[in-house]
């Protein structure tokens, strides 16, 4: 059974950080461009970063570059999105994709095949 699991969510401090993990079964992630997108209420999904399978590429969007960093490692079959510099604004629930179809990112949700449950990030004093 192919399936994606997020963790390392949390309540965080406004200047704090996160790292969350996008861990895989029933496939290796390193094959796939994985993509990490996040909703907060009221709004609608976005993405935040994304690493390509064909060459290791990455992307974050501008309201998190500089502060969130995507990475792999393909011996835990997991992605990592290590988040600092936590701002309200990031507060959200954050979700792993994986795109089946081998193409570079970015690329919009509704190009990723399996997602995981989410887990939620809220910064706050």
């Known amino acids: 059974q192919l399936q994606l699991v997020e963790s390392g969510g949390g309540l965080v401090q406004p200047g704090g950080s996160l790292r969350l993990s996008c861990a895989a079964s029933g496939f290796s992630l390193q094959y796939y461009t994985i993509g990490w997108f996040r909703q907060a209420p009221g709004k609608e999904r976005e993405g935040v970063s994304c690493?390509?399978?064909?060459?290791?590429?990455?992307h974050s969007e501008d309201s998190v570059k500089g502060r969130f960093t995507i990475s792999r490692d393909n011996a835990k079959n997991t992605v990592y999105l290590k988040m600092n510099s936590l701002k309200p604004e990031d507060t959200a629930v954050y979700y792993c994709?994986?795109?089946?179809?081998?193409?570079?990112?970015?690329?919009?949700?509704?190009?990723?095949?399996?997602w995981g449950q989410g887990t939620q990030v809220t910064v706050s004093s």
């Open positions: 994709a994986a795109d089946f179809a081998f193409r570079r990112c970015p690329r919009p949700a509704t190009d990723y095949d399996y």
């Open positions: 690493i390509s399978a064909s060459d290791e590429s990455t």
